[in-house]
């Protein structure tokens, strides 16, 4: 069982941490206008109502709202359901969600990427240059029982758990 459930976002060089657990629905997006989005991202590829995430019967998901340039979770386009009807994505720690980026959740500076976290995060993020390695592609996510290591192309982010 986890010890809290946090979001972890990424976006033109900065990132974010949520902790989902503090209330039962987020809803993500652009803000614009009225429009004022529990988490609010930056980049113009996301739809001003782009999905959210829900606590339903203690598991975590991510609803989409077919934005424009989509979501892709686990490296696969998220869609609807049958008959357009809403198709939640049950949500495992490590998962990679990359918001804007296309059928093929292509990361770059205007997407936006997240990774869930089942172990609390700590704040200080490590930025490391990745250029000399071509091991991964953007957006991979290496766990091991102590961090997690996302790799945005030509740098990555080491997450530290807070054990």
């Known amino acids: 069982m986890s010890d809290v459930n946090q979001l972890l976002v990424i976006e033109q060089g900065k ?3 949520y902790t ?19 988490i609010s991202l930056n980049v113009h590829t996301v739809s001003r109502r782009h999905g959210s995430f829900q606590n339903m019967d203690g598991n975590w998901f991510y609803i989409d709202r077919n934005g424009k340039n989509g ?11 049958i008959g357009g009807r809403t198709k939640p994505v049950l949500l495992k ?3 990679v969600l990359v918001f ?13 990427l997240a990774v869930f976290c089942t172990h609390r995060i700590d704040s200080t993020l490590k930025k490391v ?4 390695y071509n091991e991964a ?3 991979t996510v290496i766990k091991s029982d102590d ?16 054990i």
Do not use: N
């Open 15 to 17: 990132s974010y941490i």
């Open 129 to 132: 240059d990745t250029k000399q």
């Open 20 to 38: 989902l657990d503090e209330r039962p629905i987020w809803e993500v997006g652009r803000q614009s206008g009225d429009v004022v989005p529990d």
């Open 147 to 162: 961090s997690l290591t996302v790799v945005m192309g030509d740098y990555s982010y080491i997450i530290e758990y807070m």
């Open 100 to 112: 804007g980026g296309g059928e093929k959740g292509v990361v770059c500076d205007k997407t936006a």
């Open 137 to 139: 592609d953007a957006g």
């Open 71 to 81: 979501t892709t979770c686990r490296g696969k386009k998220v869609g609807t359901g």
């Open 93 to 95: 720690d490590g998962d």
